[in-house]
């Protein structure tokens, strides 16, 4: 067993403080990772602080972890000491029920999260990223660029993939209108991917003051939605929107932004239901609403290579582990530029 340091949330209403504990042996398919750098994802504020009513504690949150393999099992193939190394959301599934045969690891039913999952290894719960390592299985390991610049890819193994699953399966292409709502973690990394697959972005915010720099990551155009004239104009103009907004809104106003047979995909997860989406808004245009979660190992290898292909990482902003508290406060006032990551260095401060 190895000795661990972390950060972790021990109540729902208190701040996150450090915490000791084990990590499991390095098995035959296990590899060892010393974190570098773990992104600071809106998933962990709503279970840090128990909003979807499942937390268990003492919880070590974060699911975007990025850093060096240190030691390996003697049936591990494709990892050695020395390599760099990411771990998204999942850390195991059954492995062969049908959504794991064609690779769709996130909708088995015995899927493990990285943490707040109950721990096959141990009877506890997995404890994930806030710490200064973590033992996982091979299946669950990526492999992570050395091109590109390592904190700014931390947030690609759950904002990239969250974002690039769903942009692919509903094939966005050049030319697509595709609507993002919300430039927070994962929209921002949805602006960036849709742009690099060719498609035409329309960005969504809430922000006034993130509107020039949303034309920067790759928007085309920017609308304000809290403001009706703007929404107006782009009304039935979109192939696809991808809402990422974590709190409960008014799906009808972006529903009505769709083209015949146009979709909205949700990925945010709020603590309490959207208002009911007017049955009008689907039926008159045979538009969908849809949702999707996060994405598979073998298509969070894909996304990292197009990222690394088209230079895409994370805007981020790094923090020590010690400002954990007050990153948590800011998220919810949607100011940060665009995901906070933790120098893991700072534990041992
Ligand atoms: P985030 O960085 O906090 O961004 C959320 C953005 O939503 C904010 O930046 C803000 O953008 C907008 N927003 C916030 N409150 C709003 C409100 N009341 N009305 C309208 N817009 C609002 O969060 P994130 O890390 O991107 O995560 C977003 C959501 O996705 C969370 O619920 C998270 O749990 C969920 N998630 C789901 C999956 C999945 O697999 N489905 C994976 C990861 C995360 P503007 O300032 O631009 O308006
Ligand atoms: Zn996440």
Redesign the pocket.
Known sequence: MKKSIAYAAYEPNKPLTPFKFERRDVGENDVQIEILYCG????D??QARNEWGSSVYPMVPGHEIVGRVTQVGGAVNGFKVGDLAGVG?MVDSCGHCPDCQEHLE?FCDACVYTYNSPDKHNGQSTYGGYSDSVVVDQRFVLHVSEKLDLAAVAPLL??GI?TYSPLRHWNIKKGDHVGV????????MAVKIAHAMGAHVV?????PD?AADAKRLGADEVVI?KNADEMAKVAGSLDFILN??????NLDQYMALLKRDGTMC?????DSPHPSPNIANLIFKRRKLA?????GIKETQEMLDFCAEHSITSDIELIPIQKINEAYDR??K?D?K??FVIDMKSLKA
Do not use: D, E
């Open positions: 600071v994802c809106h998933t504020i709503h959301c996130q759950c904002a969250t709502v919300g430039l927070g973690g994962l929209g921002h960005l969504f915010t809430t922000s993130k939605s990422t907004v974590a709190a409960p809104h949700l990925v945010g997860v709020p949702g999707s979660l996060i994405g998220m919810l949607s940060v665009y995901r």
